[in-house]
Nanobody
Framework: VHVVESGGDSVQPGGSLRLSCVVS????????LGWFRQAPGKEREGVAS???????DYAHSVQGRFSISQDSAKKTVYLQMNSLKPEDSAMYYC?????????????????????WGQGTQVTVSS
């Protein structure tokens, strides 16, 4: 499985960004796709997740502001980020895992993904 993120940028507080992640090579019907972020000096944090059934989960810190979605035809998962705050600044990573266990356990705490992207930088600053 190959994962490539894009869409990171520098924006002002209150702004919006949409991150994209193209996922190729998933061969099973069950999978989990997740967005994670890591700021300098901080631990990696699960931000949002979605599985093959479209079930989603969000970190408390982003609920109501971020939205994860997928376009199966384009093999792409998106992270729409609104009302961005300086504390949202981080490197954002997309990750993929497949199999019944991945789908069943798919939430922001699940971090056993086999495939990770290189990351895309999001900076929120005035």
């Amino acid at each position: 499985v190959h994962v490539v993120e894009s869409g990171g940028d520098s924006v002002q507080p209150g702004g919006s960004l949409r991150l994209s992640c193209v996922v190729s090579g998933i061969t099973l019907n069950n999978y989990c796709l997740g967005w994670f972020r890591q700021a300098p000096g901080k631990e990696r944090e699960g931000v949002a997740s979605i599985n093959n059934d479209g079930e989603t989960d969000y970190a408390h810190s982003v609920q109501g502001r971020f939205s994860i979605s997928q376009d199966s035809a384009k093999k792409t998962v998106y992270l729409q980020m609104n009302s961005l705050k300086p504390e949202d600044s981080a490197m954002y990573y997309c990750a993929a895992d497949q199999g019944p266990g991945a789908s069943w356990n798919c939430d922001t705490r699940y971090d056993e993904h086999d495939s990770w992207g290189q990351g895309t930088q999001v900076t929120v600053s005035s």
